[in-house]
């Protein structure tokens, strides 16, 4: 089945580190990925929609310079946490759909997340 | 306005016990899909079962079953024979519109705990 690959699953950093977190579609090509945050005990809360090729779309209330998301490639999206704090500690979890399977009822393919503590 | 209302933030079945984890919904459009995640402690989201607003009859995956009531905008999640496995968070999500790469809207989910 479709895979997305997420990395790293865990990272522990300094207050004022950038950090980069991968997105990748292993077996199939996704024009469009989307980053979730999520606290914990609580839902999925969308960040931004990666659209291959051109601007990330985000969403009302985050930060386009604190959140910087590429998409440079079909089967990659990146998201960048610049200058993380503490308050951006949070499980981070991307997902994309196949380019090739339009049908409505295919579900987005969720990476593992990435689990992010700002000291 | 909140679009998917999970009104249960934790359940406790008994294993090999059926259970019902309640989703309700809102939109205007004609055309959706339901979808249900169980995301277990680890953090991984795993797609259960999806309903579209369409079909007629109600969506089966196994021991999975989707009671959906499209007059009371109600997706509700049945998990039939319930395993000490099955104990993780369930997530009801809705994508308007029938293309695939429409957003998912999620909601506040349900913690389900089977006991031995």
């Known amino acids: 089945g479709a895979v997305v690959s997420q990395h790293p699953s865990w990272v522990i950093c300094k207050s004022g580190t950038s950090v980069k977190i991968e997105c990748r579609s292993l077996d199939f090509q996704a024009t469009t990925m989307f980053w979730y945050r999520q606290f914990p005990k609580q839902s999925l809360m969308l960040m931004a929609t990666s659209n291959e090729g051109s601007k990330a779309t985000y969403e009302q209330g985050v930060e386009k310079d604190k959140f910087l998301i590429n998409h440079a490639s079909l089967t990659l999206s990146t998201l960048t946490v610049t200058s993380a704090h503490p308050e951006d500690s949070s499980f981070y979890i991307c997902s994309a759909r196949d380019l090739d399977r339009t049908l409505s009822n295919q579900p987005q393919h969720f990476g593992d997340g990435t689990r992010l503590s700002i000291l | ?116």
């Not at chain 2, 679009?3 to 079945?13: A, E």
């Not at chain 2, 997706?75 to 104990?87: E, F, K, T, Y």
Request: aromatic letters at 12%; a negative charge; glycine letters at 8%.
């Open chain 2, 1 to 116: 306005a909140q679009k998917i209302t999970q009104t249960q933030p934790g359940m406790f079945v008994q294993e090999k016990e059926a259970v019902t984890l309640d989703c309700t919904y809102d939109t205007s459009d004609q055309s959706y899909g339901l979808f249900w995640y169980k995301q277990p402690s680890s953090g991984e989201m795993i797609f259960l079962i999806y309903q579209g607003s369409y079909d007629e009859q109600n969506a089966t995956e196994g021991r999975y079953s989707l009671n959906f009531q499209k007059a009371r905008k109600s997706a509700n999640l049945v998990i039939s024979a319930s395993q000490l496995g099955d104990s993780a968070m369930y997530f009801c999500a809705m994508r308007e519109g029938l293309s695939s790469g429409s957003r998912l809207t999620f909601g506040e989910g349900t913690q389900l705990t089977v006991n031995p």
